[in-house]
């Protein structure tokens, strides 16, 4: 299957480029970085580190990041894209995991760093006992049981975003809520979903391992679930 790895990025200059140079040491994809209106030098880095690359003008979120990529890559016809961050969080060694379940028949592979134990470094304990929640909520929300709903090192077949049923280009998408949105879309369309077990390094100092604004995105991951199940959205 033809799969692009698409890198949403924000500001990872000294970052972005060793992702890419990562997952070109261990897999053959094309990969795509969006730079999503970085004041730094991310898009240079990544594109001298062997990526293609399409930059935003401003600052929108990583859902409008993400489908810009989206779009590019059904244009382009790759049949699965792989989606992991451009912080070094992700292990490129671990897409295999991802991309496996989808030659199996899979359509939605939501990496986990819980499944079969916890795979995680250096995880803040705050970090530990919020995404357990999440992933309790989206159970309990969906009927679909999930170890770890809020990583973003994922894989999914192009056809997934083909459905006109899911609508991404609605504007209440453009940060954090794309994500869930699409996920959740996905499960209830029938679209078969599982979870491969991946790693994820949490880095420490003044880099720090999100940026994540307390509250405001807390909602943003949230809200899709809740707008969803209550008929609010569509």
């Known amino acids: 299957m033809s799969t692009l790895v698409l890198v949403p990025a924000f500001n990872e200059e000294g970052k972005v480029g060793r992702v890419i140079r990562d997952v070109k040491e261990h897999t053959s994809h094309d990969i795509l970085v ?27 979120g990583v859902g409008a990041a993400l489908r810009t990529g989206f779009d ?4 382009d016809g790759y049949e699965t894209i792989v989606i ?21 028949g899979y359509d939605f592979v939501q990496g986990s760093r819980r499944l079969g134990g916890l795979r995680a470094v250096n995880m803040p304990m705050f970090r530990r006992v919020t995404t357990r929640v999440y992933s309790i909520l989206f159970t309990l929300i969906t ?24 609508l991404l280009a609605q504007p209440w998408l453009d940060r954090y809520e794309l994500e869930p949105y699409l996920m959740y879309k996905a ?3 029938g679209y078969r979903l599982t979870e491969a077990p991946v790693t994820k390094i949490y880095h420490t100092g ?20 809740i707008f969803l199940r209550l008929g609010l959205r569509r």
Not at 84 to 104: K, S
Not at 210 to 219: E, G, L, N, V
Request: hydrophobic share 35%; with cysteine; proline share 3%.
């Open 187 to 189: 499960l209830k369309l």
């Open 72 to 75: 590019h890559a059904l244009r």
């Open 143 to 166: 009927g679909k049981r999930l170890t770890d709903g809020t990583n973003g090192f994922r894989a999914l077949r192009s056809r997934v975003l083909r459905d006109e049923r899911i």
């Open 34 to 60: 969006v730079d999503d209106g970085s004041s730094d030098r991310t898009a240079q880095e990544a594109e001298s580190a062997g990526a293609h690359v399409l930059r935003h003008g401003d600052n929108r």
């Open 206 to 225: 003044k880099t720090g391992y999100t940026k994540m604004i307390p509250i405001r995105d807390w909602w943003s991951i949230l809200r899709p679930l």
């Open 84 to 104: 992991m961050g451009a912080d070094c969080q992700d292990r490129a060694e671990e897409i295999g995991e991802l991309l496996r379940p989808l030659q199996d």
